[in-house]
Nanobody, 122 residues
Framework: QVQLVESGGGLVQAGGSLRLSCAAS????????VAWFRQAPGKEREFVAC????????YYADSMKGRFTISRDNAKNTVFLQMNSLKPEDTAVYYC???????????????WGQGTQVTVSS
């Protein structure tokens, strides 16, 4: 079992940056791939990025490429999402998820955090 807690969300102006953290409990965290998803009001949950167990592989949704960077520190059981050049359309609740699967589908991930709100003002 893995428990995930996101932090780092907040209110930022367009063009600004935020760094989200996903802290995990459990010694098996490094055995899981981890992804970030987001959900805006009235919209479906959307894939953002994922990172492999070792951190050696990453994958991004097209709209996040070049602006967002996912990374992990397995010694600290933490995954990060650095978000730069933020736009109002990035406003959403951001969730981290961990699992044995890989890719853009939420069903690939077994464990989910509660989410952190990111609001980008224009």
């Amino acid at each position: 079992q893995v428990q995930l807690v996101e932090s780092g969300g907040g209110l930022v102006q367009a063009g600004g940056s935020l760094r989200l953290s996903c802290a995990a409990s459990g010694r098996t965290f490094r055995a899981y791939n981890v992804a970030w998803f987001r959900q805006a009001p009235g919209k479906e949950r959307e894939f953002v990025a994922c990172i492999s167990r070792s951190g050696g592989s990453t994958y991004y949704a097209d709209s996040m490429k070049g602006r967002f960077t996912i990374s992990r520190d397995n010694a600290k059981n933490t995954v990060f999402l650095q978000m730069n050049s933020l736009k109002p359309e990035d406003t959403a609740v951001y969730y981290c998820a961990a699992g044995a699967g890989w890719g853009i589908q939420s069903v690939a991930y077994d464990f989910w955090g509660q989410g952190t709100q990111v609001t980008v003002s224009s």
